[in-house]
């Protein structure tokens, strides 16, 4: 099965570029790579097309303006562009692992969302990794500069023998995170995707999941597979979450499926710019 990789980044061009290199080292490729640019500035730019001429894949360079955090709006408008029946979601900060990919797709089954985890690398370790961005991180479970905690150190481990015993049904929402996800694209457009009228950082994806689950798609857990590295970085600000909060509680609340404002505008606004082209080839 064919699958597009979505990457979500805002001004850490070192970080996409370690993560963009683990990409190109994958066992299984995506069909395309799209970077769902939140609006940085010229630097992640350059970097993108420096690397759309050595890049296995299409690689495709999704931007938005620059006013507030607008991941859901992001995401949306990467999602408009995807060719593929699956969609791998991660962030722009999650180093893969070179299975990663081919985890997502062994796991992906219909009516499913998968959720992924992520391995903690420490303050030091990221300085070292993001000095030489172009260089591959392959670390072991033994490597220092990941989870300390030996519970966290264990997701580290991958085992698909493992995996088959441990992953399980998503049973905690609050579990859910969009840095490592997987789905099949035509639920994200039963649900008509992101909510676009989430601002600021926090809930657009627990609220992307709570419909996804409310229209009957159930979530799975990865464990021991499908890992990925989490760069660190300073925790973004939470003044947005007593509206955000709002929104998923409105979801909860009325078992809502689909949202007005998502994944449509976009896909309509890439028809009605199809439309056009074709027009003016037959002017």
Not at 45 to 67: A, C, G, M
Not at 170 to 175: F, R, S, V
Not at 261 to 282: K, P, R
Request: charged share 25%.
């Amino acid at each position: 099965m064919n699958t597009d990789l979505i990457i979500t980044t805002y001004n850490r061009p070192d970080a996409l570029e370690a993560v963009l290199v683990s990409v190109m080292n994958q066992t299984v490729l995506p069909c395309q790579v799209i970077v769902a640019d939140d609006g940085s500035g010229p630097e992640t730019k350059t970097l993108i097309t420096r690397y759309q001429e050595i890049f296995p894949v299409p690689l495709v360079h999704s931007w938005r303006p620059d006013d507030g955090f607008r991941a859901a709006e992001a995401r949306n408008r990467a999602l408009s562009k995807v060719i593929s029946k699956y969609v791998i979601l991660i962030d722009g900060d999650m180093v893969l692992h070179r299975s990663f990919i081919s985890d997502h797709l062994r796991h992906a089954e219909k009516g499913r969302f998968l959720q992924g985890g992520r391995v903690m690398m420490t303050e030091e370790m990221t300085k070292l990794v993001l000095a030489e961005p172009s260089q591959e991180f392959s670390p072991k479970l033994i490597s220092s500069g990941l989870e300390s905690r030996l519970e966290k150190r264990l997701t580290a481990f991958r085992s698909r023998v493992l995996a088959y015993f441990f992953s399980k049904e998503l049973k905690n929402k609050d579990k859910v995170r969009s840095c490592n996800m997987s789905f099949f694209f035509d639920d994200a457009r039963k649900v008509n995707g992101f909510n676009n009228d989430f601002v600021g950082w926090g809930r657009e994806d627990s609220e992307f999941v709570e419909r996804l689950l409310n229209s009957g798609v159930r979530g799975k857990l990865l464990r021991f597979v499908a890992i990925a590295y989490h760069l660190y970085h300073f925790e973004a600000t939470r003044d947005s979450l007593p509206i955000n909060d709002a929104i998923l509680n409105k979801t909860k609340t009325n078992k809502l499926i689909y949202c007005k404002n998502g994944l449509s505008e976009f896909l309509c606004l890439l028809s009605m710019c199809l439309v056009n082209f074709v027009l003016n080839i037959a002017v």
